[in-house]
């Protein structure tokens, strides 16, 4: 079995390699990533020289590239996670997430149909369905709730899955989608609001909040994201889209505010700043279609896997000191400014 992983040098896409690498000894494993601000060889350190895996420098949107590659390997999977991920810089700058979010996932299917891969799995997100009330808890996320999408992230996100369900439906694309909600652990870029927060705090720089912080998401450590792909690749049906989330409301306070906690900082640190523009009240997802069809059970509380994910960055600022490169420091000053 060949297994292709789009923005496999990505934070949900390097935790997936690690994860298929390991449980699948007589699997390929081949990554695909074009190593954009947000790609970082060193998180495929602990697989490279497996000898069931194999890495390439490409760009999804680059057609010519990705037939060929498809032909020569004859890829049996595809899961694509490739994609402009950051909400913030779809604000700023919403073409390359339409280019590589769209465009992208279109030349792979091209390619998938042209070598009759037998899977194109799409990753997506529940930001596709928009926001939910925060005054009303009882309401989530399920896989027939419409499409509503408040930033230019989620609506090329939510445009590439109307392409995969079109593909399935005019070409007969063996395709799934998942759309997971938040996800937190180690080889998280420090863009995102859980690394950031933790980068920031071990350096004593103030902790930006958007608004009044009472945002809600529902987090999912990573690695319960990769069993869900995995369960879903092999057992889930043609056709269908599957939520994922794993029920850990928090808003974005609660959140510092633990992890302030757990690094023995003071809540001094905190500043709240401008609000996010069409700023997402809440995610919530019903997972309950996943689990009732495919038996998938996340195993990590967010208690216990922010503590998990607070000592992995500690032990490893090397990491997240090497993709802070000079690209990384104009965004974050342009941003925060
Ligand atoms: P990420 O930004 O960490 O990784 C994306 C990867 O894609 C990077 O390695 C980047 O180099 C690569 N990439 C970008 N453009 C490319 C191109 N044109 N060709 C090849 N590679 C390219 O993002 P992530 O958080 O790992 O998210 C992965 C996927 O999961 C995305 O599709 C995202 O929409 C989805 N998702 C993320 C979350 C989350 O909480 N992070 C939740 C649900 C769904
Ligand atoms: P983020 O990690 O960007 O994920 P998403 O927007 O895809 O949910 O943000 C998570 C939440 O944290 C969101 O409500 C925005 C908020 N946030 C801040 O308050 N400050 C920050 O500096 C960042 C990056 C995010």
Redesign the pocket.
């Known amino acids: 079995m060949k297994i292709l992983v789009?923005?496999?040098?990505?934070?949900?896409?390097?935790n997936f390699c690690h994860f298929m690498v390991s449980k699948y000894p007589n699997y390929k494993i081949i990554a695909?990533?074009?190593?954009?601000?947000?790609?970082?060889l060193e998180?495929l350190e602990p697989v490279m020289l497996k000898e069931n895996f194999k890495f390439i420098k490409?760009?999804?949107?680059?057609r010519r590239f990705i037939f060929e590659l498809f032909e020569l390997e004859k890829f049996d999977i595809v899961v694509?996670?490739?994609?402009?991920?950051?909400v913030d810089r779809s604000i700023e700058n919403p073409e390359?997430f339409i280019?590589?979010?769209i465009l992208?996932t279109q030349v792979l299917m091209d390619a998938s149909l042209n070598t009759n891969v037998n899977r194109f799995h799409q990753?997506?997100?529940?930001?596709v369905y928009g926001d939910l009330p925060l005054d009303d808890p009882a309401l989530l996320f399920t896989e027939n709730t419409p499409i509503s999408t408040s930033s230019p992230?989620s609506a090329s996100?939510a445009s590439a899955d109307l392409l995969v369900q079109a593909y399935f439906k005019t070409f007969k694309l063996p395709m799934s989608i998942s759309?997971?909600?938040?996800?937190?652990g180690p080889y998280?870029?420090p863009e995102?609001l859980i690394p950031l927060m933790i980068k920031n705090a071990l350096t004593n720089q103030t902790l930006p909040i958007y608004g009044k912080g009472d945002n809600v998401r529902d987090w999912?450590h990573v690695y319960d994201?990769c069993t869900a792909i995995d369960l879903i690749i092999h057992k889930g049906k043609v056709g269908e889209i599957y939520n994922i989330g794993g029920q850990n409301e928090r808003t974005n306070l609660e959140v510092v505010n633990i992890i302030l906690k757990e690094l023995n900082k003071p809540q001094s640190l905190i500043k709240f700043v401008s609000d996010r523009k069409g700023h997402d009240l809440r995610y919530a997802i019903d997972a309950s279609k996943i689990k009732s069809e495919l038996g998938w059970k996340p195993i990590y509380d967010f208690d216990i896997g922010i503590k998990h994910t607070v000592k992995w960055y500690l032990e490893n600022q090397k990491w997240v000191n090497n993709i802070i490169s000079g690209e990384y420091i104009r965004f974050m000053e342009k941003h925060y400014s």
């Open positions: 789009t923005g496999g040098a990505g934070f949900i896409g390097g695909l990533d074009a190593l954009t601000y947000a790609g970082n998180t490409g760009d999804i949107t680059d694509n996670f490739a994609a402009e991920s950051h390359i280019k590589t979010n992208g990753v997506s997100t529940d930001e992230y996100k759309r997971c909600s938040n996800n937190y998280h870029f995102k999912l994201h």
